[in-house]
């Protein structure tokens, strides 16, 4: 009965079946991670482990088109009641970092596997070297925490004690991994017996029949928004603020090639695989579902009809050269791949910027810090651990409207804390939470403001920890003429005499008394800010979002007495009209002096370099060569990569060689470059 | 002789429902709004039910009625213009809001609008604490400044929320003392006063909504007192409120907030009330209108109370019937993507100009006239008579969508029917997932104008095997007001552990809850009969984000037996959530208190049996799972007590359809709810 017409019927009832999951594992699950940051997912996947149907209302957003293939297959045979389960990012290729935990439950008609129930699960703790398993600072897989590759859970509905009990030995939070993970079991077990339903209702030719449409029904969807795309290669850049703990910056590149309903995705040009936990395992697939959570997004926002499902990857092809930051060989370290997803999704959404300026927002602020805070309670004297808030910046300008200020966009799905809940609870006091002015790029449709939480605390050494530190360089970009939106900070103390710029720090201890405050960025500014109607100009002034001073110097526009002083804007604007050079992006002062020194074609050198260089060399002469052109352009003198990189061999004998290629066929991305060198 | 008389204040009609409390007997009437002229039908009701019925104006011992004036304000955005006072450094709480945003895949995703923009948001320096020390004097110099100024730009009330108000009132009642004083015109209201709980989004959002409602809602009930009056209603008129109970006008005129799903939530209550009366225990409500359709369930014979659910753009944390909007119903437009699959909805043709079939210049297919076109609508003139279904244009609409889909007419149609009902299945399947019930210890009962049409697909869809038609599908909420308590609901934030410690507060503060529960009670609203104070804690494990309600025995506070109290959470949280964690530390964030005054519940009088056998008034052609075959029509009037028809089957009614597919056996109980149960 699952003909075209009611493929929509089918959809409902995988859509149903996986709310019904989200749900069982929502209701049951012990820690806050999967209870309030819903760091959790759930689906229904074809017989060979596509995904075909994702919730909508609960979980995370990253895994409507992940494949469970590889990781199904590296368990020989399955039986009614098995559950298959794994961390591990180094096999399977299904975990992308060790606190991931994921399942899978076949499901069988007559002794066949019809599809399989999948999900995941954010334990708060795997063990290894740190709580809750992810630093910066670790360099290797083995520091974060015990890993299980593909294996059976449950045989035959009988749970693994043994399995188990190794686990549970091994992590500082035994009883809420355990808890996460019997509710995760039993939303697979929902979706088996909504699956059995629909077995029922639909035959099992039917349910296959169907599944196979839902995947072609995605698929078609993808196909014919890539069709409205002008064919062509659109290359872009975007840089993570450091690559490690006081790092040097991290590169990730894209060509973004479009051809008819095929889009390839080369990311050749993207930095070494690091030394720091910042590393995105992807496994070499071609489709892995972490390169392509931007195209997601991109895909919806054109589409809001879209069906959410693995279906969606297969006009998408990635290349990734192996030993990058987005394709790590063992055994490095990936905790921290969030921090990196964050810039690979603004990596995508620029690329897409470029082919369909017209439909695309500007950058969203894309750091979200979540910050953590230990110290001592004084009327208990006891020591208090407690997450006190995302600080998350606004969305982008967007076609039609502004970006929604202190939230939006790819980091919509974060929630807050009330401040009395925080005050009830950890001895801090608030000094201020809200929006920051003048944060948000200028533009015809301004970026979305940043967020600012001040507090204060009152123990010695209270620590601060604040993940996901970005953006404090390079800013969240304008398009269209639109401006970059205001960088990040982490400062202690501002304003006073004991200030100090903690910019990209995690990690920071506060003496009592003490003031930490923490922006975002915001969000970029779209279109031409001397476009922006004078009228919504002096709304945001009367709103506090934009300064008389900024709507003057940004928007050209005057403003006197609560009025807009038309033949001042006038003649503003047309001033500034004459001397402004209209561009497509605007990366803010930072990146652009920057790529003064890293341009195009050194960066095409650096490339060369660190894929000649065999992978356990590759970070290390990363950070030597950006030593050399630091010092090299301090003097004044143009950096030579090869000569620089000559000379640190020089240094250390031991580096391999690397034989510089003749450059006159340069990288496929240089064609069609928009960056100025 | 007494009357009690119920009315529901909807769109496009008014419902009466009367009782009379000597002989129980019940009557209802539905009469078409004069938008142009509020107020006017009401008196043209109780005119024609005097007429009818026999109802006099002087023998009405109560007049109760719900209306969608506070919510239409809203969702119109036509309420009052409002300055709000916070916390310096806090000026952004509305917007920030809890930050998550609904669409999270959509790199498009907004806020709502809100309904105070950002320059008329003071922030006032002063601060109290988490323990409720005042830290920080409030600034009155400050303070003064931004009432002239709010005044200056035309605000007509002024919405007061600081930090920790719900601990320690004081720098609230300080800036509403001289706001006042400054301002005598304008309207004040504070987060205390409306709903003092911890939470500050929550807590500023709720007096806003308030606020923004309060002239409007105010001038509405001044001017239906004076109507009552004229007509010379003798009761003293109740509004029905979003926790199903009711309360006077008076206090409707400033606890606005506590009326917003005033018809919603009494709709549920009628459910409730009919459901008791048929001995059924769980019950799926589902009422659908043109544009929407509203879920609720009730369990064990009980409604479910919740916060969280949304009037507008906005979430309502008042204690409400929990009620789940959806946005489908009989007006959804059906569509074809460019891949050839069929969509019903989100898109609707609303009221105006509704499905194709009404005439009213709606051009596209709608799921009215898919059941149109299929010959399960159009046997009888809808809504008394003020529409006819013209099937011509329903044909017409549909063949746009069979053309596109390359299939026949009727195949279409049912097509379209199916589709929007399992789009229904996904809502309320994630509402049963929410409870974690099984939908098949569940009866369905569908009212609204289009319910009883799809409720028995939409049961077959659920595995639901019982509906349950009531004899006046069009105006339960009408009922539900009719029966409703007098209830109020009260909280205060204690934020302490469930430590035998606590146990003097929490007996104090409970003490004072009752105090507040009596004197609306008693001195606010003059009742004299019977009334119940029901307590409850919110709680949760330390570290846990939300907190589950947990009802108190009044014993336990007394002896200060916190013990108990845990235990009740233990249990509690294990029948909620499947587990619990007895070793664990146990926060008490609120302590509540309802308090009901109790409106004694009719015991309708059971119908006199059938003298024969139920005899179709005709029989008409009508396109079903797949076939065009000939079923029989009844005429719901035609129906009495034991009468038993066999599906395929249609019964016509004044305000609504009820369609029996192949499969349906159905009854008429002593009450006359027609009960259908699925033989498979």
Redesign the interface.
């Known amino acids: 009965m699952v003909d075209?017409?009611?493929?929509?019927?089918l959809a409902?009832?995988c859509?149903?079946a996986a709310?019904?999951m989200a749900?069982?594992l929502y209701?049951?699950a012990?820690s806050?991670f999967v209870?309030?940051t819903q760091d959790f997912t759930v689906m229904l996947t074809d017989a060979g482990g596509m995904t075909v149907a994702v919730p909508?209302?609960l979980g995370a957003?990253w895994y409507p088109g992940i494949n469970f293939g590889r990781a199904i297959s590296l368990i020989p045979d399955y039986a009614p009641g098995d559950i298959g389960f794994t961390n591990d990012p180094y096999s399977g290729y299904l975990a992308t970092h060790a606190p991931d935990l994921h399942l899978w439950k076949p499901i069988f008609h007559e002794g066949e596997i019809v599809c399989f129930a999948g999900g995941h699960i954010h334990n708060t703790d795997m063990g290894g070297a740190v709580p809750a398993s992810l630093s910066r600072a670790l360099t290797e897989i083995h520091q974060e925490g015990i890993r299980f590759p593909p294996m059976k859970l449950y045989q035959a509905g009988k749970l693994d004690e043994t399995i188990l009990r190794i686990m549970l030995l091994n992590v500082r939070k035994p009883?809420q991994n355990l808890?996460d993970l019997?509710a995760l079991v039993?939303a697979l077990n929902?979706g088996e017996r909504k699956v059995q339903?629909m077995l029922r209702k639909f035959g099992v030719d039917g349910f296959r029949a169907g599944l196979a449409g839902l995947l072609d029904?995605a698929e078609?969807?993808a196909r014919?928004m890539l069709r409205s795309i002008p064919n062509g290669e659109y290359f872009f850049a975007d840089y993570a603020d450091e690559d490690s703990v006081d790092g040097n910056p991290c590169r990730l590149a894209l060509t973004l090639r479009i051809t008819g309903d095929e889009a390839e995705l080369d990311f050749t040009g993207t930095d070494p695989q690091l030394t720091s936990s910042l590393n995105v395992p992807t496994g070499n697939d071609p489709r892995h579902t972490l390169l392509l959570v931007g195209v997601?997004?991109?895909l919806?926002?054109l589409n809001?009809?879209?069906v959410?499902n693995a279906g969606l990857t297969r006009p998408f092809t990635c290349i990734v050269p192996e030993g990058t930051v987005l394709n790590p060989v063992f055994p490095a370290a990936v905790g921290m791949r969030s921090l990196t997803c964050a810039r690979l999704r603004s990596l995508i959404?620029g690329a897409f910027a470029q082919a369909i300026p017209e439909r695309?927002?500007a950058a969203?602020a894309g750091a979200s810090s979540i910050v953590n805070v230990m110290t001592t309670d004084e009327r208990t004297q006891r020591t208090v651990i407690a997450a006190i808030n995302?600080v998350?910046g606004g969305?982008?300008g967007?076609p039609h409207?502004d970006g929604?200020?202190?939230?939006?966009?790819?980091s919509?799905?974060?929630?807050?804390?009330?401040?009395?809940?925080n005050?009830?609870e950890v001895p801090v006091?608030?000094?201020?939470?809200?929006?920051l002015p003048d944060s948000g790029g200028a533009g015809r449709w301004r970026g979305g403001l940043a967020?600012t939480l001040?507090f204060r605390v009152f123990a010695p050494n209270t620590r601060i920890t604040v993940r996901n530190r970005d953006r404090c360089r390079f800013r969240p970009w304008g398009i269209l003429g639109g401006s970059a939106a205001e960088p990040s900070n982490f400062i202690l103390n501002p304003g006073s005499a004991s200030e100090k710029i903690l910019g990209n720090t995690d990690v920071a201890v506060a003496d009592p008394g003490d003031v930490i405050h923490i922006h975002s960025p915001g969000g970029g500014g779209r279109g031409s800010p001397l476009d922006r109607e004078p009228e919504l100009v002096l709304?945001d002034v009367?709103?506090?979002?934009v300064s008389l001073r900024a709507a003057l110097s940004q928007y050209g526009v005057a403003i006197r007495e609560g009025a807009v002083d038309g033949e001042e804007t006038a003649r503003r604007r047309a001033e500034k009209r004459r001397h402004n050079k209209p561009a497509s992006f605007d990366f803010g002062p930072e990146r652009q002096a920057f790529e003064t020194v890293w341009t195009p074609a050194r960066y095409d050198d650096f490339t060369m370099i660190m894929t000649a260089l065999p992978v356990h060399w590759r970070f290390f002469a990363k950070t030597k060569l950006f030593e050399a052109v630091r010092e090299l352009a301090l003097d004044g003198t143009k950096p030579n990569l090869w000569e620089a990189f000559t000379a640190i061999r020089r240094a250390f004998p031991q580096m391999p060689p690397v034989q510089r290629k003749p450059n006159d066929q340069p990288a496929a991305a240089d064609k069609k470059r928009m960056l100025a060198d | 002789m007494a009357w009690r008389v119920g009315v529901d204040i909807g769109g496009t009609f008014i419902d009466f429902c009367v009782l009379e409390t000597d002989t129980n007997r019940l009557e209802s009437l539905k009469v078409l709004t004069t938008p142009d002229e509020p107020g006017r039908e009401l008196i043209d009701g109780l005119g024609l039910l005097a007429d009818r019925h026999g109802v006099e104006a002087a023998k009405v011992a109560a007049f109760v009625h719900g209306t969608t004036v506070g919510v239409n304000t809203i969702i119109q955005r036509k309420g009052a213009r409002l300055a709000l006072f916070t916390t310096a450094g806090f000026e952004d709480v509305i917007e920030l809001a809890r930050l998550r945003m609904p669409d999270m895949y959509s790199l498009f995703c907004t806020r709502p609008e809100q309904l105070v923009p950002r320059d008329l948001i003071f922030g006032i320096p002063g601060r109290i604490l988490a323990d409720g020390s005042d830290h920080y004097p409030l600034d009155e110099e400050v303070l003064a400044d931004a009432v002239a100024l709010a005044r200056g730009k035309g605000v007509e009330g002024i919405i007061i929320s600081f930090l920790h108000a719900y601990r320690n009132p004081l720098h609230e009642r300080q800036a509403r003392e001289m706001a006042r004083r400054l301002a005598p015109e304008l309207f004040v209201f504070s987060s205390s006063e409306v709903w003092p709980v911890i939470r500050e989004y929550e807590r500023t959002t709720t007096a806003i909504l308030n606020g923004y409602v309060h002239p409007r809602v105010s001038a509405y009930l001044t001017s239906l007192e004076t109507a009552l009056k004229r007509r010379g209603v003798s009761g003293d008129p109740m509004l029905t409120k979003s926790n199903g109970g009711l309360m006077n006008l008076e206090a409707g005129k400033t606890a606005c907030v506590s009326m917003l799903l005033s018809g919603t939530a009494s709709g549920v209550m009628g459910a409730a009330f009919l459901a008791r009366q048929a001995a059924v225990d769980n019950v799926l409500t589902l009422d659908i209108g043109g544009t929407s359709a509203d879920l609720a369930l009730i369990i064990d014979g009980r409604p479910q109370f919740g916060t969280g659910e949304t009037v507008g753009d906005f979430p309502l944390f008042v204690p409400s019937v929990s009620v789940t909007s959806i946005g489908s119903g009989g007006g959804s437009i059906a569509w074809v993507d460019g891949f050839g699959v069929l969509k019903v909805g989100p898109e609707s043709a609303g009221s105006s100009p509704g499905p194709a079939c009404y005439g009213r210049g709606g051009g596209r297919a709608t799921i009215t006239d898919a059941m149109a076109v299929c010959g399960l609508l159009g046997n009888a003139p809808l809504a008394y008579d003020a529409i006819a279904i013209d099937r011509g244009l329903a044909e017409r609409a549909v063949g746009e969508v069979a053309a596109k889909l390359g299939l026949g007419l009727q195949e279409t149609a049912e097509a379209i029917v199916e589709v929007a009902i399992s789009s229904m299945f996904v809502e309320v399947n994630k509402l049963i997932a929410r409870y974690g019930v099984d939908p098949r210890d569940f009866t369905l009962m569908p009212f609204g104008g289009a319910g009883p049409m799809l409720g028995c697909f939409l049961a077959r869809e659920l595995g639901i095997g019982k509906v349950i038609v009531p004899q006046r599908p069009g105006v339960v909420s009408a009922l539900g007001g009719l029966i409703a308590d007098m209830k109020s609901d009260f909280i205060r934030t204690v934020f302490v552990p469930a430590e035998t410690r606590s146990a003097p507060l929490i007996r104090d503060t409970f003490a004072a809850l009752r105090e507040d529960g009596e004197r609306w009670l008693r001195d606010e609203h003059g009742f004299l009969g019977p009334a119940r104070a029901a307590l409850s804690a919110d709680m949760r494990y330390d570290g846990q984000s939300f907190e589950i309600e947990v009802p108190i025995e009044e014993a336990w506070v007394g002896a200060g037996d916190v013990a108990a109290i845990k235990a009740a959470f233990h249990r509690e949280h294990l029948a909620i959530y499947d587990f619990n964690d007895e070793a664990a530390g146990i926060q008490i964030v609120n302590l509540r208190l309802v308090i009901t005054g109790m409106t004694a519940r009719p015991a309708l009088t059971p119908a006199p049996l059938a003298a024969g056998e139920a005899v179709p008034a005709r029989e008409v052609d009508v396109w079903l799972d797949g076939v065009l075959r000939r079923v029989p029509l009844y005429a719901r009037s035609g129906l009495a007590h034991a009468h038993r028809i066999s599906g395929p089957a249609i019964v016509v009614q004044e305000d609504t359809t009820v369609c029996i597919p192949a499969g349906f056996d159905a009854a008429i109980d002593a009450y006359l709810n027609l009960n259908l149960a699925s033989s498979t």
Do not use: W
Request: aromatic share 12%; hydrophobic share 25%.
């Open positions: 075209k017409v009611a493929l929509q019927i409902n009832h859509r149903a709310e019904n749900y069982t209701r049951t012990h806050t209870k309030e909508m209302d957003t009883q808890g019997k039993g929902t339903a029904y078609h969807q014919d997601y997004y991109v919806y926002t809001p009809h879209l959410l959404f695309m927002p969203p995302p998350v969305g982008g967007m409207r929604p200020n202190g939230s939006g966009a790819d919509a799905y974060l929630k807050n804390t009330p401040i009395e809940i005050e009830a006091q608030f000094l201020r939470y809200g929006l967020t001040e709304r009367e709103r506090g979002y």
